[in-house]
C-alpha cells in the first residue's frame, strides 16, 4: 500500500525510544538516487532529511528503524533568495504547504499571496 504526499506532510517522526525526530514537511529527491526522504523540521528549528530507508511504518504517526542523531541528517538551508512580493495566479489545481506547519496553503486572489490559516500568515 502507497502513501501520498498529502498523507505524509504535517505527520509526527518518532523514535523507537519515543522521542520526538520533528515534523514531516515535505518530500525531498536527490538527483540519481530513486528513493525519497522526508524532510523534517526538528523541535530546535533546523531541517533535517531523512531518507525513506529509515522510516519502518508511516500511519497517524512516522516511526524510524533506529534512532536519529539530528547532526548526522540535517539538511544544509538554501541562501535565500530574493523573492517578489506579489506571486502570479497559481494554475488551477496547483498546491503548495507552508514551510512552517506542512499544513495546505490557500491562494488570496485579492491580494495575490499564498496564506496560511494555521500560522496566520502569509507565506
Not at 21 to 39: C, H, K, Q, R, Y
Not at 102 to 115: A, H, S
Request: charged share 25%; proline share 9%.
Amino acid at each position: 500500500m502507497s502513501i501520498t504526499r498529502n498523507e505524509l506532510a504535517g505527520k509526527k517522526v518518532y523514535n523507537p525510544d519515543a522521542s520526538s525526530v520533528g515534523e514531516v514537511t515535505d518530500i525531498g529527491f536527490t538527483l540519481g538516487a530513486n528513493t525519497p526522504s522526508l524532510i523534517v523540521r526538528a523541535p530546535d528549528g533546523s531541517t533535517l532529511e531523512l531518507p525513506w530507508a529509515s522510516v519502518s511504518s508511516a500511519k497517524d504517526i512516522i516511526l524510524t528503524k533506529e534512532v536519529i542523531d539530528p547532526a548526522k541528517f540535517r539538511r544544509a538551508e538554501p541562501a535565500a533568495a530574493a523573492q517578489p512580493s506579489v506571486a502570479e495566479e497559481p494554475l488551477p489545481g496547483t498546491k503548495r504547504f507552508c514551510t512552517s506547519c506542512g499544513k495546505p496553503l490557500t491562494w488570496v486572489p485579492e491580494y495575490k499571496r499564498w496564506y496560511c490559516y494555521k500560522e496566520k500568515k502569509y507565506a
